[in-house]
C-alpha cells in the first residue's frame, strides 16, 4: 500500500512540494522491506518505525488538493524531511543494514529551489491574481483553487491602509507590532507584520489564512476580526491588556478575578474544540488571551493570535515542527514528533492556568538563561514535573487536581475542555485560603478534603 503511495506521488505530475514528496517517498520505500535488524533494540525499532510512518503521513497530505489553509510552507518541509531522512540513514548505518547505503539524508538543493518556485508562482496566482509566466495548462489546474479560496474570502472585508490612522503602539509578538488606530471614528487594533511593503507570498499566504480562521469566527470569548488589508493587516477590536501583562503584573489576582478569566478564557478555548471541524489553536498561553476592562472581577476575555491556529480535518493533523506555539506552553507530545490536537491545547491551557493563578513564568523559565531553556524545560515536563508549585493557599484542591490532570503527559489522560469548564463553573466563588480564616473558621473547614494524593502532601510539605 504505501509503495504504491511512492509511485502514485511520482506519477501524478506537478504538486507543490513535488520534488521534496517524491525524494522523501524514494527514501520510504528503501526502508519498506526492512525487518527489524538483530541489532536494533525494540525503543529504536519503534522510534524507527514511529518516523516511517510519520514520513508516509507527509506523503500523504500531499496528494491531497492544495488548501491555503493547511499547506506546508517550503522551509517547514524542507527541514522535517530532512530531519526524517537523516535520522532513518544514520539508524540504517548503525545497524549495517543493506538499505543503508542506499539512503540519502539531504534534499538536493535544486529539487527545494523547484518546489519553491512552484509554490510561490502558485500563491501568487491564488492570492494576487498574478498569471504571468504560468502556461495555461498549469492556470486550467489551479483555477478551482483560486475559487474556492476566494468564496472563503467573501465574507472578509479587506480595506486600505489609507483609512486606518496609526495611534501608538500596544504590543509586540514574534509576528510584529500592535497598535491602537482609529477606523471610521472607531477605535481598533491594528496588527502589522515586522516588514512593511509587499511581504514575501509566503508569509502573506500565512496570514492569510490566520485572518481566514479568526475572521469567521463569532464567540464573545474570540477576539473579533473586522477586516484586513492588501499588505496584511489585521483590524480587529482593542483590548485593554492582555492576560500575561496582567497575571505577571505587581499585584497578584483575587481568586475571584482568577476565576471570571480562566472561565471565560476556556469557553473561548472550548467554542473552537467544538465545531466542525474542531480549530485546534496550537499557541495557548496567557500573552495569547486579551483583557476587555480593568477589573480583574468583571473583565472580559477573548481568545487572540490564530497565527499558528489549524483546523483539524480528517487525516490533516499537523505534525511538530510544523508549528508548535511556545516552548513552556507546548504538550509533551511535541517533542516526540507526534500529531498536535485539541488535547495538546488543553496541556497549554493547563499551564496557563498554573500561570495566572500563581503569576509565575512557566518552569521557572525566566530565570534560566536562553541555552538553557530549552533542555531544562523539556526535562521537567517530561519527568512530570508541574509548571509552577502550588501551595493550599493558591487554590481550592480540585482547581489543582484539575491543572494536574490538563498537564498529564498523556494525551488520554486529560480532560476535554467541555469538563475542564464544568469544574471550573463548580468552584466556589468565595473560596479563601486557610491561612485568611478566621481560627474558629478553618477549624471548620479542612484545608486538604480527602482526595490529596500522595504527591499533593509531598508537594505542601516541601
Ligand atoms: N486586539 C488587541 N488589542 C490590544 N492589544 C493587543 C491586541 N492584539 C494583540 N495585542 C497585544 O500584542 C501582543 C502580540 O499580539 P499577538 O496577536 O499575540 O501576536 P504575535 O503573533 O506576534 O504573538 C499581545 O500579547 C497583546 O499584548
Ligand atoms: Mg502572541
Known sequence: MEGSQAEAAERRGPQYNHRMVCFLALQLDRVKELERPPSASAEEWEAFELSVHKGWRLVAKHTSPFDIRTFYKIEDMHSTVEEICKYLKAQAREWRVDCGAALEGCVPQDFVQEDREYLHKLLAYILKGVESGIDDKLLMEWLPIKRRHEVEMR???????????????????????????????????VKRPLRDGDLPIEEFASLVREVMVQGRLRHPNIALVYATTPSGWLVMEAADSDLGTLCHGKERLSWHGTLNILRQAAKGLCYLHNLSPAIVHSDVKASNFLVFGKEPSSCRIKVADFGLAFEAL??????????GGTLEWMAPEIYEQKPITISSDIFSFGVTMYEVLTGAYPYGSDKLNQYAQAAVVMNKKLSGKEPCTIGPDDCPNDMHALMMRCCSIDPEDRPTMLEVIKCLEELPNDWKPASQLSPKASQQQPIFEGKLSAFHLAEYHK
Request: proline share 0%; hydrophobic share 40%; aromatic share 8%.
Open 314 to 323: 480528517e487525516g490533516r493533523s499537523k505534525t511538530a515542527r510544523l508549528g
Open 155 to 189: 465574507e472578509l472585508q479587506i480595506i486600505g491602509e489609507d483609512v486606518l490612522v496609526l495611534k501608538r503602539q500596544m504590543g509586540q509578538g514574534g509576528y510584529g507590532f500592535v497598535y491602537e488606530a482609529e477606523w471610521n471614528l472607531a477605535t481598533v487594533a
